[in-house]
């Protein structure tokens, strides 16, 4: 089973600052990729997938990058709602896994 | 509009059988460019992948809990259940269907609101 593992555990940045999120594979995925937010007491709202595509509906400063077993989320200019837990996914040989999640809260 | 919403008991004992429904509309359960899948969190844990169906009826588990897990569908109800046997308190959790769209890389885009399972005697 491919392990996710991702880094930071908790984030702590100011409103208006870039904040930028690792997700690592255990082997490789190629991009197939997805980041998720969740808010507390909600279920997970997809932000990209395809390691580099923005979901329906995402504002541009979500970006991802990344392939096989690097990739990124970057969050370019922090707005208020955006102080959440981001979750990265994986399917490999159609089983996904999750990363443990990232925390960003409000430095 | 693509809503998915998920049903079942909120208390089950140890040892018994989880029967969880999750009822869509929106879309077709025969849509090739997508399936639908479980997914679980425990109370202030991360998410953790299940099973997903896809439109074939063909399926895939998690490696760890594949032994305990069945899911299935009923097209003509909208609907797909998953079934979790031998229930232990650390299966409490939320849990979750989601539609899972195959483009680019697959990911869920649709969430349900979800349902708390809690395991307790």
């Known amino acids: 089973e491919i392990v996710m593992t991702q880094s930071p555990a908790t984030l702590s940045v100011s409103p208006g600052e870039r904040a930028t999120l690792s997700c690592r594979a255990s082997?490789?995925?190629?991009?197939?990729l997805a980041w998720y937010q969740q808010k507390p007491g909600q279920a997970p709202r997809l932000l990209i997938y395809?390691?580099?595509t923005r979901a329906t509906g995402i504002p541009a400063r979500f970006s991802g990058s990344g392939s096989g077993t690097e990739f990124t989320l970057t969050i370019s200019s922090l707005q208020s709602e955006d102080f959440a837990v981001y979750y990265c996914?994986?399917?490999?040989?159609?089983?996904?896994?999750f990363g443990q999640g990232t925390k960003v809260e409000i430095k | 509009q693509v809503t998915l919403k998920e049903s079942g008991p909120v208390l089950v004992k140890p040892t018994e059988t989880l029967t969880l429904t999750c009822t869509v509309s929106?879309?077709?359960?025969?849509?090739?460019?997508?399936?639908v899948s479980w997914i679980r969190q425990p109370p202030g844990k991360a998410l953790e992948w299940l099973a997903h169906?896809?439109?074939?009826?063909?399926?895939s588990y998690s490696t760890s809990l594949k032994s305990r897990l069945t899911i299935s569908k009923d097209t003509s109800k909208s609907q797909v259940v998953l079934t979790m046997t031998n229930m232990d308190p650390v299966d409490t959790a939320t849990y979750y269907c989601?539609?899972?769209?195959?483009?680019?890389?697959?990911?869920?885009?649709?969430w349900g609101q979800g349902t708390l399972v809690t395991v307790s005697s």
């Open positions: 996914q994986q399917y490999n040989n159609w089983r996904g896994t």
């Open positions: 929106g879309f077709s359960l025969n849509n090739a460019r997508m399936g």
């Open positions: 395809g390691a580099s």
């Open positions: 169906i896809f439109s074939n009826d063909e399926k």
């Open positions: 082997q490789s995925v190629n991009s197939n």
């Open positions: 989601a539609r899972t769209l195959y483009s680019y890389g697959p990911s869920e885009d649709y």
